[in-house]
């Protein structure tokens, strides 16, 4: 006997109400809308028969940056795009977009890649509920700062399949925390609230994970709220080398210093003229010379022309010294400029008998004498001061480099101005 045959019923096929394209499910019962490819139609899928909802005449212009029915492979898992939405905020005047590709799974449930300023945002929802504070969050751990709040966070445009009621025109209450490359976001909309948790997701990344997209994206120019910052682990690494570099430089600089005798090898006063005869005999030769001259002028100057002679050799060396001392009363308060006391330095004088010939000029007003020492081994300040710079160079730069980069994060911020 022959037995039945098995009867098969054709699967209904469900097409749009407004343009007649045919509809692509591709999260299977868990759709609750559904907006056209095609047209941007927005349908209530909860009923056998789809109620539409929002209807768009004309031509639809929307285009996600990956189009639905994209596979990608992220964290070893892969995921499917079943849905796109395009969304804004208006702050200060200025109209900022971004788009959430909702990701699907039947093991694992959804994700959302979020593109913003050309940057790549790998979301999903949160269990629990993180403490949040006005000006920071606490979640599994990780201490969040407070980034931004918006009161508008408008849905533009929706394509495809959501697990959750969707239109054109929905606001919710938007707020942002973040700690690079982690970003915590809390959405409140009639009632209910919702948070997630996002991390940040290389360039190069997104595009081997979902391919490429289908417009050019060019590299973005500003910095993501929870972008990490790619001058970080360099200015922790200067910021520690700065430290071992200071420290040997206070070290060479007390040695350098220390070393430096400041012995006194001629003290005397001169009046108009003076010759002044010494020896050099050093231990770290060619050495520093210090010619210092203390005067008693009062609103008053006077200068000297110094010229030291190597005996031996006859080679002259000039330098000029001048002491100047002016002060007074001007509008109820007193003022004052220079000084009574001044000093000259030459580098590379070797060890040898000297004659240092010291001459006042005829127009200088003081005419008292003026004591004059000669110093050997003094130390030359530029060198350890060189020596710091060039230490702390590198680092600075560095770190100045990271600071500028969060700076021009949390200029977006609503803290721009503290």
């Not at 759709?31 to 490819?37: I, L």
């Amino acid at each position: 006997m022959a037995g039945k045959a098995d009867v098969v019923v054709p699967a209904t096929e469900i097409r749009c109400e407004n343009c007649g394209a045919p509809f692509t499910l591709r999260g299977f019962q868990n759709t609750r809308t559904a907006a056209c490819e095609h047209c941007g139609s927005v349908f209530d899928t909860r009923s056998e028969r789809w109620e539409l909802v929002q209807r768009v005449e004309g031509a639809y212009q929307a285009k996600p940056t990956w189009s639905l029915g994209t596979r990608g492979t992220l964290d070893g898992i892969e995921w499917e795009v079943i849905g796109w939405m395009r969304r804004s905020v208006v702050s200060w005047g200025t109209t900022y977009t971004w788009e959430e590709h909702l990701l699907f799974n039947p093991y694992h449930g959804f994700r959302y890649l979020m593109v913003q300023d050309r940057h790549f945002v790998v979301v999903q929802q949160v269990p629990g509920l993180p403490q949040a504070g006005a000006r920071r969050a606490t979640y599994r751990g990780r201490t969040y700062r407070h980034f931004s709040t918006t009161d508008q966070a408008v849905v533009e445009e929706v394509l495809g399949e959501f697990p959750w009621e969707v239109r054109r025109g929905d606001v919710a209450k938007a707020m942002d925390y973040v700690d690079p490359p982690y970003i915590l976001s809390c959405e409140r909309s009639a009632g209910e609230t919702v948070w997630s948790e996002g991390r940040y997701l290389p360039r190069d990344e997104a595009f081997a994970a979902f391919g490429s997209p289908t417009r050019p994206l060019r590299p973005p120019v500003v910095v993501h709220p929870c972008q990490p910052n790619p001058h970080k682990a360099l200015a922790s690494w200067s910021l520690k080398a700065g430290l071992v570099g200071l420290a040997l430089w206070a070290f060479l600089s007390l040695l350098y210093l220390g070393n430096r005798q400041r012995q006194v090898v001629w003290s005397g006063t001169v009046g108009a003229a003076r010759l002044a005869e010494f020896r050099l005999d050093s231990s770290t030769s060619p050495g520093t010379l210090e010619v210092q001259a203390a005067s008693g002028v009062d609103n008053s100057w006077v200068y000297y022309d110094a010229m030291l002679v190597d005996k031996s050799s006859e080679k002259a060396s000039y330098l000029g010294l001048e002491v100047s001392y002016y002060h007074g009363y001007s509008d109820g308060e007193s003022w004052s400029e220079g000084s009574q006391e001044t000093s000259e330095v030459l580098s590379n004088v070797p060890n040898g008998d000297y004659a240092l010939q010291l001459t006042r000029h005829p127009s200088s007003l003081y005419k008292g004498n003026t004591r004059i020492t000669v110093l050997r081994d003094v130390p030359l300040y530029r060198y350890p001061l060189f020596a710091l710079l060039l230490t702390s160079i590198v680092p600075a730069f560095v770190l100045w480099r990271a600071r500028a980069f969060e700076h021009r994060r949390w200029q977006q911020s609503d803290y721009a101005s503290d």
